[in-house]
Protein backbone atom coordinates (compact mmCIF):
# COMPACT_ATOMS: atom_id res chain seq x y z
CA UNK A 1 0.00 0.00 0.00
CA UNK A 2 1.31 3.63 -1.07
CA UNK A 3 0.81 4.44 2.98
CA UNK A 4 1.85 1.59 4.78
CA UNK A 5 3.81 2.25 7.75
CA UNK A 6 6.01 -0.51 9.46
CA UNK A 7 6.76 0.51 12.99
CA UNK A 8 10.25 -0.06 14.48
CA UNK A 9 11.28 1.11 17.58
CA UNK A 10 14.90 0.39 17.48
CA UNK A 11 15.14 1.82 13.71
CA UNK A 12 13.30 5.03 14.83
CA UNK A 13 15.37 5.71 18.35
CA UNK A 14 18.40 5.20 16.03
CA UNK A 15 17.19 8.12 13.25
CA UNK A 16 15.37 10.14 15.09
CA UNK A 17 17.81 12.98 15.19
CA UNK A 18 17.06 17.02 14.63
CA UNK A 19 16.47 17.92 11.14
CA UNK A 20 14.78 20.39 8.35
CA UNK A 21 11.15 19.97 7.91
CA UNK A 22 11.75 20.55 4.34
CA UNK A 23 9.47 22.97 3.40
CA UNK A 24 12.04 24.08 1.34
CA UNK A 25 15.21 23.52 0.26
CA UNK A 26 17.80 25.51 1.03
CA UNK A 27 15.96 25.94 4.49
CA UNK A 28 15.04 28.89 6.20
CA UNK A 29 18.68 29.13 8.03
CA UNK A 30 20.54 29.42 5.02
CA UNK A 31 18.95 33.02 4.62
CA UNK A 32 21.13 35.79 4.62
CA UNK A 33 20.63 39.84 4.80
CA UNK A 34 22.25 39.97 1.02
CA UNK A 35 18.44 39.81 -0.21
CA UNK A 36 16.16 43.08 -0.63
CA UNK A 37 13.33 44.84 -1.93
CA UNK A 38 15.17 44.88 -5.17
CA UNK A 39 15.38 41.26 -5.49
CA UNK A 40 11.64 40.73 -4.90
CA UNK A 41 10.52 43.02 -7.43
CA UNK A 42 13.04 41.11 -10.18
CA UNK A 43 11.60 37.90 -8.84
CA UNK A 44 8.16 39.64 -9.52
CA UNK A 45 9.27 40.57 -13.49
CA UNK A 46 9.71 37.37 -14.03
CA UNK A 47 7.38 35.69 -12.69
CA UNK A 48 4.67 38.13 -14.65
CA UNK A 49 6.79 37.56 -17.95
CA UNK A 50 6.23 34.14 -17.29
CA UNK A 51 2.34 34.46 -16.27
CA UNK A 52 3.06 32.16 -13.96
CA UNK A 53 -0.05 31.15 -11.48
CA UNK A 54 0.17 32.52 -7.77
CA UNK A 55 0.07 31.33 -4.13
CA UNK A 56 -0.43 34.10 -1.16
CA UNK A 57 -0.24 33.61 2.16
CA UNK A 58 -1.29 36.68 4.51
CA UNK A 59 0.42 36.44 8.44
CA UNK A 60 -2.23 37.93 10.80
CA UNK A 61 0.41 38.24 13.59
CA UNK A 62 -2.31 38.83 16.81
CA UNK A 63 -3.61 36.87 19.32
CA UNK A 64 -5.56 37.34 22.19
CA UNK A 65 -3.94 34.87 24.56
CA UNK A 66 -0.53 33.43 24.52
CA UNK A 67 -0.52 29.58 24.18
CA UNK A 68 2.67 28.35 25.66
CA UNK A 69 3.91 25.79 23.55
CA UNK A 70 4.08 28.16 20.59
CA UNK A 71 6.88 28.63 18.14
CA UNK A 72 5.01 30.98 15.93
CA UNK A 73 5.51 35.20 14.85
CA UNK A 74 3.13 36.30 17.12
CA UNK A 75 1.52 39.64 19.10
CA UNK A 76 -0.21 39.09 22.39
CA UNK A 77 -2.81 41.53 23.01
CA UNK A 78 -6.51 42.12 24.05
CA UNK A 79 -6.31 45.57 22.28
CA UNK A 80 -8.07 45.05 18.94
CA UNK A 81 -7.06 48.58 18.36
CA UNK A 82 -3.65 47.06 17.35
CA UNK A 83 -4.61 45.81 14.13
CA UNK A 84 -5.04 48.70 12.33
CA UNK A 85 -1.61 50.30 11.54
CA UNK A 86 -0.93 46.69 10.91
CA UNK A 87 -3.35 46.43 8.65
CA UNK A 88 -2.77 49.77 6.81
CA UNK A 89 0.43 49.19 6.37
CA UNK A 90 -0.18 45.32 4.71
CA UNK A 91 -2.71 47.23 2.43
CA UNK A 92 0.51 48.91 1.21
CA UNK A 93 2.32 45.97 0.50
CA UNK A 94 -0.59 44.28 -1.14
CA UNK A 95 -0.66 47.71 -3.60
CA UNK A 96 3.07 47.82 -4.41
CA UNK A 97 3.19 43.93 -4.90
CA UNK A 98 -0.08 44.01 -6.98
CA UNK A 99 1.53 46.78 -9.19
CA UNK A 100 4.34 44.52 -10.47
CA UNK A 101 1.90 41.03 -11.54
CA UNK A 102 -0.67 41.61 -14.31
CA UNK A 103 -3.94 40.55 -13.91
CA UNK A 104 -3.82 37.36 -15.55
CA UNK A 105 -1.85 35.69 -12.83
CA UNK A 106 -4.82 34.02 -11.27
CA UNK A 107 -4.68 33.44 -7.54
CA UNK A 108 -5.19 29.76 -7.41
CA UNK A 109 -4.04 29.50 -3.55
CA UNK A 110 -5.09 31.85 -0.88
CA UNK A 111 -4.47 31.57 2.69
CA UNK A 112 -4.51 33.54 6.15
CA UNK A 113 -2.39 32.29 9.13
CA UNK A 114 -1.27 33.66 11.93
CA UNK A 115 -1.43 34.36 14.79
CA UNK A 116 -4.84 34.48 14.76
CA UNK A 117 -6.11 35.53 11.42
CA UNK A 118 -10.27 35.76 13.41
CA UNK A 119 -8.10 38.03 15.82
CA UNK A 120 -9.54 40.71 12.79
CA UNK A 121 -13.39 42.54 13.37
CA UNK A 122 -15.74 41.28 10.21
CA UNK A 123 -15.05 45.02 9.19
CA UNK A 124 -11.58 44.29 8.86
CA UNK A 125 -11.74 41.03 7.43
CA UNK A 126 -14.17 42.32 4.77
CA UNK A 127 -11.40 45.38 3.89
CA UNK A 128 -8.70 42.86 3.44
CA UNK A 129 -10.62 41.14 1.21
CA UNK A 130 -11.79 43.59 -0.72
CA UNK A 131 -8.10 45.11 -1.46
CA UNK A 132 -6.48 41.85 -2.09
CA UNK A 133 -9.15 41.67 -4.96
CA UNK A 134 -8.76 45.19 -5.81
CA UNK A 135 -5.36 44.58 -6.56
CA UNK A 136 -5.07 40.35 -7.14
CA UNK A 137 -7.40 38.72 -9.82
CA UNK A 138 -8.72 36.67 -7.41
CA UNK A 139 -11.15 33.45 -8.53
CA UNK A 140 -15.02 34.30 -8.02
CA UNK A 141 -16.23 30.86 -8.67
CA UNK A 142 -15.38 28.79 -5.62
CA UNK A 143 -12.43 27.14 -7.73
CA UNK A 144 -9.42 28.54 -5.88
CA UNK A 145 -8.43 26.50 -2.61
CA UNK A 146 -8.87 29.40 0.05
CA UNK A 147 -8.31 28.80 3.64
CA UNK A 148 -7.37 30.15 6.64
CA UNK A 149 -6.76 29.22 10.39
CA UNK A 150 -9.43 29.51 12.83
CA UNK A 151 -9.12 29.88 16.67
CA UNK A 152 -12.63 28.40 17.67
CA UNK A 153 -12.51 30.82 20.92
CA UNK A 154 -12.41 33.26 18.26
CA UNK A 155 -15.06 32.57 15.99
CA UNK A 156 -18.74 31.62 15.81
CA UNK A 157 -21.40 30.88 12.89
CA UNK A 158 -21.80 34.68 11.61
CA UNK A 159 -17.90 34.45 11.67
CA UNK A 160 -18.23 31.53 9.62
CA UNK A 161 -20.62 32.70 7.17
CA UNK A 162 -18.73 35.81 6.77
CA UNK A 163 -16.10 33.80 5.66
CA UNK A 164 -17.71 31.68 3.19
CA UNK A 165 -19.44 34.91 1.71
CA UNK A 166 -15.86 36.53 1.55
CA UNK A 167 -14.78 33.56 -0.72
CA UNK A 168 -12.88 31.41 2.18
CA UNK A 169 -13.74 27.70 1.43
CA UNK A 170 -11.35 25.45 3.73
CA UNK A 171 -10.57 25.78 7.27
CA UNK A 172 -7.61 24.79 9.63
CA UNK A 173 -8.64 24.51 13.19
CA UNK A 174 -6.09 24.73 15.69
CA UNK A 175 -6.92 21.94 18.38
CA UNK A 176 -3.88 20.47 20.26
CA UNK A 177 -5.49 18.62 22.67
CA UNK A 178 -8.84 18.18 24.77
CA UNK A 179 -7.61 16.90 27.90
CA UNK A 180 -8.40 19.55 30.35
CA UNK A 181 -5.40 19.32 32.13
CA UNK A 182 -3.21 19.48 29.22
CA UNK A 183 -5.26 22.79 28.01
CA UNK A 184 -4.25 23.87 31.57
CA UNK A 185 -0.85 23.29 31.21
CA UNK A 186 -0.38 25.22 27.76
CA UNK A 187 -2.88 28.03 28.94
CA UNK A 188 -5.27 27.27 25.84
CA UNK A 189 -8.57 26.16 27.05
CA UNK A 190 -10.77 24.96 24.52
CA UNK A 191 -13.48 22.62 24.81
CA UNK A 192 -14.65 20.02 22.30
CA UNK A 193 -18.20 22.32 22.05
CA UNK A 194 -16.31 25.28 21.23
CA UNK A 195 -14.72 23.38 18.10
CA UNK A 196 -17.65 21.12 17.09
CA UNK A 197 -19.86 24.56 16.78
CA UNK A 198 -17.23 25.37 14.20
CA UNK A 199 -16.73 22.33 12.40
CA UNK A 200 -20.67 22.43 12.23
CA UNK A 201 -20.79 25.13 10.66
CA UNK A 202 -18.31 24.58 8.05
CA UNK A 203 -20.13 21.49 7.23
CA UNK A 204 -23.27 23.22 6.99
CA UNK A 205 -21.93 26.23 4.89
CA UNK A 206 -20.44 24.11 2.36
CA UNK A 207 -16.44 24.64 2.78
CA UNK A 208 -14.27 22.42 0.66
CA UNK A 209 -12.35 21.32 3.09
CA UNK A 210 -11.87 21.34 7.50
CA UNK A 211 -8.34 20.18 8.29
CA UNK A 212 -7.76 20.50 12.29
CA UNK A 213 -4.25 20.70 14.15
CA UNK A 214 -2.86 18.19 17.12
CA UNK A 215 0.35 18.56 19.16
CA UNK A 216 1.78 15.12 20.62
CA UNK A 217 4.51 15.48 23.31
CA UNK A 218 2.42 18.03 25.35
CA UNK A 219 2.83 18.57 28.87
CA UNK A 220 0.81 16.30 31.21
CA UNK A 221 -0.31 13.86 27.95
CA UNK A 222 -0.77 10.73 28.15
CA UNK A 223 -1.08 7.64 25.92
CA UNK A 224 -4.66 7.28 27.31
CA UNK A 225 -5.27 11.01 27.19
CA UNK A 226 -4.61 11.66 23.74
CA UNK A 227 -6.35 8.66 22.47
CA UNK A 228 -9.47 10.25 23.75
CA UNK A 229 -8.99 13.31 22.66
CA UNK A 230 -8.08 11.67 19.14
CA UNK A 231 -11.34 9.65 19.05
CA UNK A 232 -13.35 12.31 19.21
CA UNK A 233 -11.51 14.36 16.96
CA UNK A 234 -12.10 11.78 14.34
CA UNK A 235 -15.53 11.49 14.92
CA UNK A 236 -15.33 15.19 13.93
CA UNK A 237 -14.83 13.89 10.53
CA UNK A 238 -12.17 16.05 9.41
CA UNK A 239 -10.96 15.34 5.87
CA UNK A 240 -7.43 16.71 6.77
CA UNK A 241 -5.62 16.03 10.25
CA UNK A 242 -1.93 16.91 10.96
CA UNK A 243 -0.26 15.64 14.17
CA UNK A 244 2.69 17.82 15.09
CA UNK A 245 5.78 17.14 17.39
CA UNK A 246 5.99 19.22 20.10
CA UNK A 247 9.37 20.46 20.28
CA UNK A 248 10.42 22.03 23.58
CA UNK A 249 12.94 24.82 22.86
CA UNK A 250 12.28 27.46 25.73
CA UNK A 251 15.80 28.89 24.98
CA UNK A 252 14.49 29.85 21.41
CA UNK A 253 10.41 30.72 22.20
CA UNK A 254 10.04 32.51 25.38
CA UNK A 255 6.57 31.28 25.97
CA UNK A 256 7.58 27.62 26.27
CA UNK A 257 9.55 28.56 29.46
CA UNK A 258 5.87 28.47 31.38
CA UNK A 259 5.99 24.64 30.55
CA UNK A 260 7.69 22.52 33.59
CA UNK A 261 10.17 20.04 31.61
CA UNK A 262 8.86 17.22 34.34
CA UNK A 263 5.85 17.31 32.76
CA UNK A 264 6.31 16.31 29.41
CA UNK A 265 5.65 12.56 28.68
CA UNK A 266 9.11 10.75 28.34
CA UNK A 267 10.17 9.33 25.50
CA UNK A 268 8.85 6.40 25.61
CA UNK A 269 5.33 7.58 25.61
CA UNK A 270 5.82 10.38 23.10
CA UNK A 271 6.72 7.37 20.73
CA UNK A 272 3.91 4.85 22.07
CA UNK A 273 0.98 8.31 21.73
CA UNK A 274 2.61 8.70 17.85
CA UNK A 275 2.40 4.93 17.51
CA UNK A 276 -1.22 4.46 18.85
CA UNK A 277 -2.03 7.78 16.99
CA UNK A 278 -1.02 6.38 13.50
CA UNK A 279 -2.96 2.89 14.19
CA UNK A 280 -6.16 5.42 15.49
CA UNK A 281 -6.37 6.80 12.71
CA UNK A 282 -5.62 4.09 9.75
CA UNK A 283 -8.28 2.48 11.40
CA UNK A 284 -10.43 5.39 10.44
CA UNK A 285 -9.57 5.65 6.83
CA UNK A 286 -7.10 8.24 7.06
CA UNK A 287 -4.06 8.05 4.84
CA UNK A 288 -0.53 9.26 5.85
CA UNK A 289 0.56 11.84 3.17
CA UNK A 290 3.95 11.58 5.10
CA UNK A 291 5.36 13.11 8.33
CA UNK A 292 2.60 14.67 10.24
CA UNK A 293 -0.07 14.65 7.89
CA UNK A 294 -3.23 12.77 6.73
CA UNK A 295 -5.92 12.86 4.84
CA UNK A 296 -8.83 11.19 3.62
CA UNK A 297 -8.66 8.77 0.65
CA UNK A 298 -10.73 11.29 -1.68
CA UNK A 299 -9.02 14.21 -0.01
CA UNK A 300 -6.89 16.25 -2.68
CA UNK A 301 -3.73 15.23 -0.91
CA UNK A 302 -4.01 11.76 -1.15
CA UNK A 303 -5.42 12.30 -5.09
CA UNK A 304 -2.37 13.86 -5.63
CA UNK A 305 0.03 11.64 -3.68
CA UNK A 306 -1.75 8.67 -5.89
CA UNK A 307 -0.74 10.26 -9.56
CA UNK A 308 2.84 11.99 -8.70
CA UNK A 309 1.75 15.50 -8.80
CA UNK A 310 1.90 16.10 -4.75
CA UNK A 311 4.80 19.11 -3.63
CA UNK A 312 5.76 20.58 -0.77
CA UNK A 313 6.76 24.09 -0.03
CA UNK A 314 6.28 26.71 2.67
CA UNK A 315 2.68 25.72 3.50
CA UNK A 316 3.56 22.50 3.63
CA UNK A 317 1.88 19.77 1.38
CA UNK A 318 0.14 21.66 -1.63
CA UNK A 319 -1.42 20.88 -5.01
CA UNK A 320 0.11 23.99 -5.88
CA UNK A 321 3.34 24.06 -5.94
CA UNK A 322 3.49 24.82 -9.66
CA UNK A 323 2.68 28.54 -8.50
CA UNK A 324 4.94 31.63 -6.96
CA UNK A 325 4.47 31.75 -3.76
CA UNK A 326 4.06 35.66 -2.53
CA UNK A 327 4.18 36.09 1.37
CA UNK A 328 2.24 39.20 2.73
CA UNK A 329 2.79 40.26 6.09
CA UNK A 330 5.37 40.46 9.22
CA UNK A 331 7.64 37.17 8.37
CA UNK A 332 5.87 36.39 5.53
CA UNK A 333 8.17 33.91 3.43
CA UNK A 334 7.69 33.97 -0.57
CA UNK A 335 9.00 31.65 -3.15
CA UNK A 336 9.11 33.31 -6.62
CA UNK A 337 10.83 31.50 -9.07
CA UNK A 338 14.37 30.51 -7.08
CA UNK A 339 14.11 33.42 -4.77
CA UNK A 340 13.54 32.55 -1.26
CA UNK A 341 13.12 36.11 0.92
CA UNK A 342 11.14 36.89 4.01
CA UNK A 343 10.01 39.95 5.53
CA UNK A 344 11.03 41.17 8.48
CA UNK A 345 10.11 39.68 11.83
CA UNK A 346 9.98 42.91 14.01
CA UNK A 347 6.24 43.97 13.74
CA UNK A 348 7.93 47.66 14.28
CA UNK A 349 10.49 46.90 11.80
CA UNK A 350 8.09 45.98 9.51
CA UNK A 351 5.44 48.68 9.66
CA UNK A 352 8.11 51.39 9.16
CA UNK A 353 9.47 50.10 5.85
CA UNK A 354 5.79 50.18 4.22
CA UNK A 355 5.01 53.44 5.87
CA UNK A 356 7.86 54.52 4.18
CA UNK A 357 6.81 53.37 0.16
CA UNK A 358 9.00 50.31 0.52
CA UNK A 359 9.09 46.81 0.74
CA UNK A 360 9.76 44.82 4.14
CA UNK A 361 11.98 42.48 2.47
CA UNK A 362 14.94 41.96 4.74
CA UNK A 363 16.39 38.32 4.12
CA UNK A 364 16.54 35.34 2.03
CA UNK A 365 18.93 33.48 -0.82
CA UNK A 366 18.70 32.82 -4.76
CA UNK A 367 19.26 28.93 -5.57
CA UNK A 368 21.76 28.20 -7.86
CA UNK A 369 21.84 24.88 -9.94
CA UNK A 370 22.86 22.67 -7.27
CA UNK A 371 20.50 23.58 -4.49
CA UNK A 372 17.93 23.18 -7.63
CA UNK A 373 19.28 19.58 -8.16
CA UNK A 374 19.29 18.43 -4.02
CA UNK A 375 15.21 19.90 -4.23
CA UNK A 376 14.03 18.10 -6.70
CA UNK A 377 15.67 15.14 -4.88
CA UNK A 378 14.35 16.12 -1.61
CA UNK A 379 10.52 17.17 -2.81
CA UNK A 380 9.93 13.47 -4.86
CA UNK A 381 11.52 11.39 -1.67
CA UNK A 382 9.77 13.47 1.37
CA UNK A 383 6.55 13.83 -1.65
CA UNK A 384 6.42 10.25 -3.38
CA UNK A 385 8.71 8.22 -1.01
CA UNK A 386 10.12 7.50 -3.78
CA UNK A 387 12.95 8.53 -6.71
CA UNK A 388 14.03 7.02 -10.15
CA UNK A 389 17.25 8.26 -10.92
CA UNK A 390 16.80 8.96 -14.12
CA UNK A 391 14.23 11.43 -14.24
CA UNK A 392 16.59 13.81 -11.79
CA UNK A 393 19.50 12.64 -14.53
CA UNK A 394 17.22 13.64 -17.48
CA UNK A 395 16.55 16.87 -15.86
CA UNK A 396 20.03 18.02 -14.30
CA UNK A 397 22.10 16.95 -16.47
CA UNK A 398 24.33 15.05 -14.12
CA UNK A 399 25.07 10.83 -13.62
CA UNK A 400 23.11 10.22 -9.96
CA UNK A 401 25.65 7.92 -8.61
CA UNK A 402 28.74 9.75 -9.73
CA UNK A 403 27.27 13.41 -8.53
CA UNK A 404 26.26 11.61 -4.83
CA UNK A 405 28.83 9.83 -4.43
CA UNK A 406 29.63 11.01 -0.97
CA UNK A 407 25.81 10.00 0.13
CA UNK A 408 26.13 6.86 -1.65
CA UNK A 409 27.54 4.77 1.82
CA UNK A 410 25.18 6.55 3.68
CA UNK A 411 22.12 5.31 1.56
CA UNK A 412 23.64 2.17 1.60
CA UNK A 413 23.59 1.73 5.20
CA UNK A 414 19.90 3.01 5.15
CA UNK A 415 19.28 -0.15 2.92
CA UNK A 416 20.87 -2.19 4.71
CA UNK A 417 18.87 -1.10 8.07
CA UNK A 418 15.60 -1.14 6.00
CA UNK A 419 14.55 2.19 5.83
CA UNK A 420 14.65 1.98 1.82
CA UNK A 421 15.46 -0.22 -0.98
CA UNK A 422 18.05 0.65 -3.15
CA UNK A 423 19.84 -0.34 -6.50
CA UNK A 424 21.21 1.61 -9.72
CA UNK A 425 18.02 2.69 -10.78
CA UNK A 426 15.86 4.32 -7.57
CA UNK A 427 15.38 4.76 -4.43
CA UNK A 428 11.99 3.80 -2.90
CA UNK A 429 11.43 4.49 0.91
CA UNK A 430 10.50 1.03 2.75
CA UNK A 431 7.24 0.99 5.42
CA UNK A 432 10.06 1.06 8.02
CA UNK A 433 11.33 4.66 6.77
CA UNK A 434 8.30 6.21 5.87
CA UNK A 435 8.30 7.94 9.24
CA UNK A 436 11.72 8.71 9.30
CA UNK A 437 11.84 10.48 5.29
CA UNK A 438 13.34 13.31 7.20
CA UNK A 439 16.29 11.63 7.81
CA UNK A 440 16.89 10.51 4.37
CA UNK A 441 16.56 14.15 3.15
CA UNK A 442 19.04 15.19 5.38
CA UNK A 443 21.62 13.05 3.53
CA UNK A 444 20.82 15.26 0.46
CA UNK A 445 21.58 18.33 2.43
CA UNK A 446 24.59 20.36 1.82
CA UNK A 447 24.51 23.00 3.96
CA UNK A 448 23.33 20.93 7.51
CA UNK A 449 27.40 20.61 8.35
CA UNK A 450 27.16 24.68 7.99
CA UNK A 451 24.08 25.57 10.71
CA UNK A 452 24.38 22.35 12.61
CA UNK A 453 21.05 20.53 13.42
CA UNK A 454 20.07 22.08 16.98
CA UNK A 455 18.07 24.98 15.08
CA UNK A 456 15.51 22.07 14.05
CA UNK A 457 12.89 19.49 16.03
CA UNK A 458 13.58 15.77 16.43
CA UNK A 459 12.35 13.99 13.37
CA UNK A 460 9.55 12.08 15.45
Known amino acids: MLDAIHWDTDLIRRYDQAGPRYTSYPTAAQFHSGIGPFDLLHALRDSRQAQRPISLYLHVPFCAHVCYYCACNKVITKDRGRAQAYLRELGHEIAIVGRHLDRSQTIEQLHFGGGTPTFLSHDELRQLMGQLREHFSLLDDDSGDYSIEIDPREADWSTMGLLRELGFNRISIGVQDLDPAVQRAVNRLQSLEETRAIVEA ?34 LQPDRLSLFNYAHLPERFMPQRRIERGDLPSPGDKLTILHNSIEQLRAAGYRHIGMDHFALADDDLAIAQE ?154
Not at 218 to 228: C, D, E, K, V
Not at 341 to 358: E, F, P
Open 202 to 235: AHTLQFRSVNIDLIYGLPLQTPASFATTLSEVIA
Open 307 to 460: DGSLQRNFQGYTTHGHCDLIGLGVSAISQVGDLYCQNSSDLADYQQHLSSGQLATQRGLHCNGDDRLRRAVIQRLICDFSLRFADIERDHGIDFRHYFSAAWPQLQQMARDGLIGLDNQAIVVQPAGRLLVRALCMVFDRYLHQHGQQRFSQVI
